[in-house]
């Protein structure tokens, strides 16, 4: 519900921003992707409640800033990210970033993060803006996948997979090629 601002009244306007803020805040936590900001002159933060989870910190008790993003990366990820926020700050483009961080319980998370940089009319890069995902879910399985996938591949058994009606080769794995001879 779009608001208005001919014919809204101030008290209609609100309760259509709290209501979308209220769906945004439902989609944040349904995808588990957070929102932020970040001022580039004093450093200071905005993040959603989705962000506070993401990064396993307590919202009431913690301010966000700019520094507590880059504390929580893990430091094999942070060259890496630190590189990809200069490239965004200096191209203007989108940035994607996938790393890793260690929450305040010692957990580690995989995150993806997109951001963009605005400038103002100068040029001058003033502000960051963008979503975090926590994407620790999604690597596990692919990381279980990928073990998976190896322990099928390198099986001494033979493993062939057949077109049920065609019955053509699908798959076979190594163990099978060996026992056939290619």
């Given at each position: 519900?779009?608001?208005?601002?001919?014919k809204d009244t101030l008290d209609v306007a609100m309760q259509k921003l709290k209501a979308r803020e209220n769906s945004l805040r439902q989609i944040e936590a349904i995808s588990r992707m957070g929102s932020w900001e970040v001022n580039l002159e004093t450093h200071e933060s905005i993040w959603s409640d989705q962000s506070f989870k993401n990064y396993g910190l307590d919202k009431g008790t913690t301010?966000?800033?700019?520094?507590?993003f880059w504390s929580h990366i893990l430091p094999e990820?942070?060259?890496?990210?630190?590189?990809?926020?200069?490239?965004?700050?200096?191209?203007?483009?989108?940035?994607?970033?996938?790393?890793?961080l260690k929450k305040e319980n010692g957990d580690i998370a995989t995150l993806?993060?997109?951001?963009?940089?605005?400038?103002?009319?100068?040029?001058?890069?003033?502000?960051?803006?963008?979503?975090?995902?926590?994407?620790?879910?999604?690597m596990e399985?692919?990381?279980h996948n990928k073990e998976l996938y190896q322990l099928i591949e390198y099986s001494s058994n033979e493993i062939y997979i057949l077109d049920?009606?065609?019955?053509k080769y699908?798959?076979?794995?190594?163990?099978?090629?060996?026992?056939?001879?290619y």
């Open positions: 519900m779009p608001i208005d601002v001919q301010k966000p800033t700019y520094e507590l990820d942070l060259p890496e990210a630190q590189r990809k926020v200069q490239e965004g700050m200096a191209s203007g483009k989108v940035i994607s970033i996938t790393c890793r993806f993060i997109n951001g963009q940089v605005i400038k103002n009319e100068n040029g001058t890069p003033i502000k960051i803006i963008g979503t975090t995902q926590d994407i620790t879910e999604q399985i692919k990381e049920e009606h065609t019955l699908l798959y076979v794995n190594k163990g099978a090629c060996n026992a056939l001879g």
